[in-house]
């Protein structure tokens, strides 16, 4: 939550400096945002890092854009605002995360957590010897698989931005005069930008968390819920550009709301992550209709279960 506030912080701020001309105001912005994307998203997980792609990708085209309406300036001198802006932007960032970063070295005597888990968790901890050994492609595949309506989307909106920038390429094939002016003149091209930069949300956060996990810190689906809002942003525009399609997403969303029952509601208690896909347990469930608990503690922990659902039983002697 406080990824994606941070983020629409950022949009709105820099879209209201969009209409401003004053230099200082626009540092001003940048420090503010900045600051803000410290205290809400880093002081929540250092892995909104990860964010951090896209806020500076949307506050370059904004500003192309915003020097585009006005004039066209020379690359050298829109390279050097926009150092400037990063600058106010990184020194806001670091005055709204220093003070937890201080108290965090004064308790543990770290500057930053960290993420990689010890080996004595490693050995008591079942759940973490699993999220260690799983495949570098697990975030692909879980999300395809629990969720495939942000898969789906996020491919349509690809191909849009496909279609679009093959017809950008085609347009300056025809007219090579355009070439060297394209990035300050042509604001029809640099608005189409937009969806690609908007990828770089969910790619941040895919792209990161899995070097961490090739790394040896784990792959667990629950990190990738930052991202989340941005997949269902980019699945909403791929819907409403290609409607004739769209009919296939109820399937895909009741997939989707199938896991949530699931994991959400009714098993809860067994579940830390998204383990498995519904259809899998489903057929490993039909595969093996009966199964005999193996000791008489199992049957202890599944009446307590039972619980869950209402159902008050207990062995005997308990």
């Known amino acids: 939550m406080t990824t994606c506030l941070a983020a629409v912080i950022h949009i709105r701020l820099t879209k209201i400096s969009y209409t401003e001309t004053s230099s200082i105001f626009d540092a001003l912005v940048h420090v503010l945002s900045g600051f803000l994307y410290g ?27 915003k020097m585009s309406s006005l ?30 970063m201080l ?26 010897q699993e999220a260690l050994n799983k495949p570098f492609h697990y975030y692909v595949t879980m999300i395809t698989k629990i969720s495939p309506v942000h898969v789906f989307g996020c491919m349509l909106l690809l191909m849009s931005a496909l ?8 347009g300056l094939i025809k007219d090579r005069s355009r070439i060297d002016k394209i990035l300050f003149v042509d604001i029809e091209m640099i ?39 941005a997949t269902s942003i980019i699945t909403a525009i791929g819907v409403e550009k290609f409607r004739d399609v769209s009919s296939v997403l109820y399937i895909f969303v009741a997939i989707g709301c199938m896991h949530i029952m699931f994991y959400g509601i009714m098993f809860y208690p067994l579940f830390a992550d998204f ?21 008489r503690e ?11 659902f209402g159902l008050n039983r207990s062995v005997a002697g308990e």
């Open 298 to 308: 199992t049957y202890v922990q599944a009446f307590k279960y039972m619980k869950h």
């Open 191 to 229: 608005s189409s930008l937009e969806y690609w930069i908007l990828f770089l949300w969910p790619l941040g956060f895919l792209s990161g968390h899995t070097f961490v996990g090739m790394k040896g810190g784990g792959y667990q689906t629950r990190f990738l819920l930052p991202a989340l809002p």
């Open 103 to 128: 108290l965090y070295y004064n308790e543990t005597g770290r500057w930053l957590p960290n993420a990689w888990p010890s080996q004595k968790m490693i050995e008591k901890s079942v759940y973490m």
């Open 275 to 295: 383990e498995f896909c519904v259809f899998d347990i489903i057929a490993t469930i039909l595969s093996s209709p009966q199964y005999a608990m193996d000791s």
């Open 163 to 170: 279609s679009s920038a093959w017809g950008t390429i085609c």
């Open 71 to 100: 004039k066209q300036p020379s690359v050298m001198g829109m390279c050097y605002r926009l150092s400037i802006l990063f600058i106010c932007f990184f020194t806001g960032a670091v005055g709204g995360y220093a003070p937890w």
């Open 39 to 65: 205290i809400l998203a880093l002081n929540t997980k250092l892995t909104n890092l990860a964010l951090l792609p896209f806020l500076l990708a949307r506050s370059t085209l904004q500003h192309i854009k």
